[in-house]
């Protein structure tokens, strides 16, 4: 019987190092919180956050008077504090893609939708794709998709990777997101190899989760992600953005993702280009610290 050849995914995957272990992982979090979170917890820093915020709303009450009205925050936002940097994007279904579109007056706000059967991914990639392409022909100027977890870990990384592949040019130009959903996948080795087959496969940004999952976006996985998009930076001069979502309930919670970029990826992932944070409760506690008066703005 032949030697069976390596395919071009386990080539890839191949060329990265997966050797850590999650107590290896858990220890230097601990160390960064310790020894670096404290002088990161500064008004400027809260500033910088406010405008890496995507504004979500994900709800199975949502509707087009809610997203419309939601969106009009996000408008009058600007006008109340000029001299704050407004949120990164407003975060919505496919099918609130042309309200928000027709809504929102902000220049620089991004419109992105979570596509292709969130957030469990369990759809035909034909359904899939069409999700995609409508939230894109209605006005959506990012897409955040789900890996297929499932196929990821029964070993299908071929079928894992020609889905991303397929949805990202469905997305064209548009910055396409693929949620890794962290929590379902246990380990930081599988956490790396989600991460570098994503990126492989055509992510523009790995994000932690759907928020719809517990645990969600925690500092051990972030270590690994951004481990992950500095080793495939550094392998391919490709840079990826890193989106933590879901279980981001505090402050202190915010600058501990934002320390962990800083301290693994560096100043170059400090702009809200390359940084995001998924969120609907957030964006008020941080308002709250930055103008120093409790506010529920949002």
């Known amino acids: 019987m032949k030697e069976q050849e390596i395919n071009k995914i386990e080539q890839a995957l191949n060329l990265y190092n997966y050797d850590t272990t999650d107590e290896a992982v ?6 960064i919180i310790t020894e670096k979170v404290p002088e990161n917890d500064t008004p400027e820093v809260k500033k ?5 915020v995507e504004l979500t709303t994900l709800k199975t009450t949502d509707s087009e008077e809610s997203v ?5 925050r ?13 949120v990164a994007t407003i975060c919505v279904y496919p099918c609130f893609a042309k309200t928000v579109s027709e809504t929102l007056e902000v220049d620089g706000v991004e ?13 035909l990639l034909e359904v899939k794709v069409a999700e995609t392409a409508l939230a894109v022909k209605d006005g959506a100027t990012e897409i955040d998709i789900v890996m297929s977890v499932g196929k990821f870990l029964s070993g299908d990384y071929e079928t894992v990777a020609e889905e991303i592949s397929e949805l990202k040019a469905v997305c064209g130009n548009k910055k396409m997101k693929v949620i890794l959903e962290t929590g379902c996948l246990k380990t930081a080795q599988n956490i790396k190899k989600a991460s570098i087959l994503s990126m492989y496969a055509g992510a523009d940004y790995i994000k932690t989760s759907t928020g719809k999952l517990e645990p969600a976006a925690t500092p051990e996985a972030a270590y690994v992600m951004c481990q992950a998009i500095k080793e495939y930076y550094e392998k391919t001069g490709i ?6 979502a879901g279980g981001l309930n505090t402050v202190m919670d915010a600058v501990t993702m934002y320390t962990i970029v800083k301290e693994v990826l560096g100043e170059k992932w400090l702009t809200n280009q390359w940084f995001r944070m998924g969120t609907s409760r957030l964006a008020n506690l941080l308002l709250s610290e930055v103008t120093g008066v409790e506010t529920k703005f949002f």
Do not use: W
Not at 26 to 31: F, G, P, Q
Not at 68 to 72: H, P, R, S, V
């Open 74 to 86: 996000v408008n009058a936002f600007d006008e109340q504090y000029p001299e704050l940097p407004h």
């Open 239 to 244: 840079q990826i953005g890193f989106k933590p």
């Open 68 to 72: 419309m009205a939601f969106t009009e």
């Open 111 to 123: 419109i992105a939708c979570v596509s292709g059967s969130f957030p469990s991914s369990q759809a």
């Open 48 to 52: 910088f956050l406010m405008g890496s």
């Open 26 to 31: 858990r220890e230097a979090v601990r160390k």
